[in-house]
T-cell receptor, first 113, second 111 residues
Framework: DSGVTQTPKHLITATGQRVTLRCSPRSGDLSVYWYQQSLDQGLQFLIQYYNGEERAKGNILERFSAQQFPDLHSELNLSSLELGDSALYFC????????????FGDGTRLSIL | GENVEQHPSTLSVQEGDSAVIKCTYSDSASNYFPWYKQELGKRPQLIIDIRSNVGEKKDQRIAVTLNKTAKHFSLHITETQPEDSAVYFCAAPGGYNKLIFGAGTRLAVHP
């Protein structure tokens, strides 16, 4: 158990819909990261938050957005869903600052029908 | 920006043999290099990491070496076991605490 909690574990929805993925970081961690992993693909960095503020952006589509709340949990919002958005979405957390280990949650498997 | 290349993409070994996975990075300022193991359908799990002030780090059967001059780092697994079968990812910093991951190596250990 990494201490990073992601909900839901599975999500099945249709094209055009909107979903919200939730992540609670490990106790004491201030940074949250979101990654997308498509089938048999690597980990694509989407976005990072540190103590409520956006710190870095990766290959995140405009249809996707995220935020980190005062209690440090984070939500990733995916809208106007397309078939290609089907993937595993991982959240990771770290204490913050440079060169700190990131610990991953178990992921949310999103299936678009 | 940082670019991380990982080789090989697949690796098949016999139980008891050693396995070596190599990654190269482009940003000479990078100074933190973690390795993750991901079993099928599970989360990436940090197995070892190395910082640029050391050249090698060991943890039981796994070790990581770093060559800053050549800008590459490698994962070494000795006495491989079937439970080592997984996808292994290397990573390097790509900005403020952002990690850029290699494409992964699928390791298969055959009994």
């Amino acid at each position: 158990d990494s201490g990073v909690t992601q909900t839901p574990k599975h999500l099945i929805t249709a094209t055009g819909q909107r979903v919200t993925l939730r992540c609670s970081p490990r106790s004491g961690d201030l940074s949250v990261y979101w990654y997308q992993q498509s089938l048999d693909q690597g980990l694509q960095f989407l976005i990072q938050y540190y103590n409520g503020e956006e710190r870095a952006k990766g290959n995140i589509l405009e249809r996707f957005s995220a935020q980190q709340f005062p209690d440090l949990h984070s939500e990733l919002n995916l809208s106007s869903l397309e078939l290609g958005d089907s993937a595993l979405y991982f959240c990771a957390s770290s204490v913050g600052g440079d060169n700190q280990p990131q610990h991953f949650g178990d992921g949310t498997r999103l299936s678009i029908l | 920006g940082e670019n991380v290349e990982q080789h090989p993409s697949t690796l098949s070994v016999q139980e008891g043999d050693s396995a070596v996975i190599k990654c190269t990075y482009s940003d000479s300022a990078s100074n933190y290099f973690p390795w993750y193991k991901q079993e099928l359908g599970k989360r990436p799990q940090l197995i070892i990491d190395i910082r640029s002030n050391v050249g090698e780090k060991k943890d039981q059967r796994i070790a990581v070496t770093l060559n800053k001059t050549a800008k590459h780092f490698s994962l070494h697994i000795t006495e491989t076991q079937p439970e080592d079968s997984a996808v292994y990812f290397c990573a390097a910093p790509g900005g403020y605490n952002k990690l850029i991951f290699g494409a992964g190596t699928r390791l298969a250990v055959h009994p």
